[in-house]
């Protein structure tokens, strides 16, 4: 699933295309839509909300959308090709200059603009709300610290705690805390976790290389996360990769034994 920050960019780029102009043309090849038309509304922007995006027209109303594992949204002239099959296809907001196509979109939905928060009002604070506050990081320290003895892996997935931490960030923040994602959030700087995790997501969000080690560069942007050939970018030491969640929140876990302290599950 993509992190935050992949979200963030998306976002921007769709509404640095698509704002202040007129639809010319939509298609919903989704069910539940089918039979919209948004042509003649004006595009006002797009908002990003952990990982879920709101495309805003006037009239009040906004298309809400999940990229989930897969989906993305893509920026082509009226006359250009594709990168996808069509039948990947679920939306098209097509204006004058420019169409913004929607491939292997999930959750997607028509709503009043004022009910968004109908959709995204559980979750807990967005790492990249530009409003960011004091208040802001009170409220997620205390939702990650209100059970003491859950593991800090799923912990950090949990959107209702903060939004935007995805498998990636979850690696990462583990290991630059030096504690395995097995470890209870007891045994963790509540504090420090979560000003680490705002400062991963807002150190990519407007670039579309993720690193955590400051290095761009390929196969060295990364401490642990997918490093089973290269080994630990810290110690050279070979990684161990666990399976940690259940059910759909399964999500393979990769952690160095030498420089992470803490449980782990049997290899």
Not at 23 to 40: E, I, K, Q, S
Not at 91 to 100: K, P, S, T
Not at 160 to 165: D, P
Not at 234 to 239: A, N, P, Q, V, Y
Request: charged content about 25%; hydrophobic content about 35%; glycine content about 10%.
């Amino acid at each position: 699933m993509p992190e935050g920050d992949t979200v963030f960019l998306a976002g921007k780029k769709l509404d640095r295309a698509l704002a202040g102009r007129t639809l010319v043309r939509t298609d919903f090849r989704h069910p539940a839509l089918a039979t919209a038309d948004l042509a003649g509304r004006e595009v006002l922007g797009v908002r990003t909300v952990g990982k879920h995006l709101f495309t805003r027209f006037s009239g009040e109303l906004s298309l809400h959308s999940h990229l989930k594992m897969d989906g993305s949204w893509e920026l082509y002239r009226p006359d250009g090709r594709w990168r996808h099959p069509a039948h990947h296809v679920r939306v098209i907001l097509a204006a004058e200059e420019v169409q913004a196509v929607g491939f292997r979109l999930h959750d997607l939905e028509l709503l009043p603009t004022g009910e968004e928060s109908r959709l995204v009002g559980h979750l807990g604070p967005d790492l990249l709300d530009p409003q960011w506050t004091d208040e802001h990081t009170g409220r997620a320290v205390a939702a990650l610290t209100a059970q003491p003895d859950r593991e800090l892996g799923p912990a950090l997935l949990d959107q209702r705690i903060m939004a935007g931490v995805g498998n990636l960030y979850k690696c990462e923040i583990c290991f630059l805390l030096g504690v395995t994602p097995w470890v209870p959030v007891s045994e963790v700087d509540a504090h420090k976790t979560v000003g680490l995790a705002r400062k991963l997501l807002l150190a990519n969000a407007w670039r579309h290389e993720q690193s955590t080690t400051g290095d761009t560069t390929r196969g060295r942007r990364n401490w642990v996360y997918e490093r089973s050939r290269q080994g630990c970018f810290r110690c050279g030491g070979r990684l161990r990769v666990g399976t940690q969640g259940h059910d759909v929140q399964r999500r393979p876990t990769w952690y160095c034994p030498r420089c992470q302290r803490g449980p782990a599950p049997a290899t």
